[in-house]
C-alpha cells in the first residue's frame, strides 16, 4: 500500500499512531487501515487504537 502525504492524511498528527492497533494490526507509526486492509483511513483511528493509547497513556493496559 501506498503512504499518503501528510498533507493529505490528517491522521498523521494523531497521538494514537504510538501504539498498534488491535483492528487491524498496523504497528506503531503507521496508518490505520479499512476493515478490508486496502484504504488507509485518512482521518482516524479505530476506537480501540484509541482506548489503547488512553490506557497506555494512564499507566494501564487496554
Do not use: E, F, I, N
Not at 498523521?12 to 486492509?37: F, I, M, R
Request: charged share 15%.
Amino acid at each position: 500500500m501506498s503512504r499518503p502525504a501528510p498533507d493529505s492524511a490528517p491522521a498523521w498528527a494523531l497521538p494514537q499512531l504510538a501504539v498498534a492497533c488491535p483492528t487491524c494490526g498496523a504497528t506503531p507509526g503507521h496508518l490505520c487501515t479499512s476493515h478490508g486492509g486496502t484504504r488507509p483511513r485518512l482521518y482516524d483511528t479505530h476506537q480501540t487504537r484509541t482506548t489503547t493509547w488512553a490506557a497506555q497513556r494512564k499507566g494501564g493496559t487496554a
